[in-house]
């Protein structure tokens, strides 16, 4: 079965820095990946997602995700953040039929 | 077009009392999920469907039921709460196994 690890539970970032949210996968294909957004009291938003093609993957809001098959990560990134990026941020990978499996997720604090 | 609509929004049941979580989309999406996230483990998958009468377990599916008479409603029953059911629940729908899932915007369920 499909699993999706989150290494870090919280990330604190300056306003203005770069972020990097990591995302380790195990499955014995190449998956669906996805990466989702969740605002305080909010519903999930998609952010980005790979399906084949070219590794590097533009999101929305400036986000951007790299595969890399032979780390099995689909690490997310953002050059500068902004205080609106406080958020939760969930990995996520469907393998066999429509089954997301989830990372635990990670909260990213932005600090002014 | 409302996307996917879940009600209630809040719910406090008693324990052993039972409720329907209602999920309605009006994408015509065949594939609808539901899922519970809890702080630290991501969100988990209770029940899905893959269209109107067919439905299936997922990850966590005990205590919970979930029939599919239509495309457009996905209805997640809990027939006994349990404390252990208190939760975030999310209902999700995706227009078929190749495309993104779309979440609603979440119920928010204590059992006392």
């Known amino acids: 079965a499909q699993s999706v690890t989150q290494p870090d539970i919280h990330i604190t970032v300056s306003e203005g820095a770069s972020l990097e949210l990591r995302c380790n996968y195990s499955?014995?294909?190449?998956?669906?990946l996805f990466w989702y957004v969740q605002s305080p009291g909010q519903g999930l938003q998609l952010l980005l997602k790979?399906?084949?093609?070219?590794?590097l993957v533009q999101g929305i809001k400036g986000f951007e995700a790299e595969f890399k098959r032979s780390q099995s990560s689909f690490n997310l990134r953002k050059p500068s953040v902004h205080w609106s990026d406080a958020a939760e941020y969930f990995c996520?990978?469907?393998?066999?039929?429509?089954?997301?499996?989830f990372g635990g997720g990670t909260r990213v604090l932005v600090k002014p | 077009n409302a996307g996917v609509t879940q009600t209630p929004k809040f719910q406090v049941l008693k324990t052993g009392q039972s409720m329907t979580l209602q999920c309605a989309q009006d994408?015509?999406?065949?594939?609808m999920s539901w899922y519970r996230q809890d702080p630290g483990m991501g969100l988990r998958l209770i029940h899905y469907?893959?269209?109107?009468?067919?439905?299936d377990q997922g990850e966590v599916p005990n205590g919970y039921n979930v029939s599919r008479s239509t495309t457009e409603d996905f209805p997640l029953r809990l027939l006994s709460a349990a404390p252990s059911q208190t939760s975030v629940y999310f209902c999700?729908?995706?227009?078929?196994?190749?495309?993104?899932?779309?979440f609603g915007p979440g119920t928010r369920l204590t059992v006392l």
């Open positions: 999700a729908s995706s227009l078929d196994r190749g495309h993104e899932q779309f």
């Open positions: 499955y014995g294909a190449t998956p669906y």
């Open positions: 994408m015509n999406h065949e594939y």
């Open positions: 790979y399906f084949s093609g070219d590794t």
């Open positions: 469907s893959v269209g109107a009468g067919i439905t």
């Open positions: 996520a990978v469907k393998a066999a039929g429509n089954k997301l499996t």
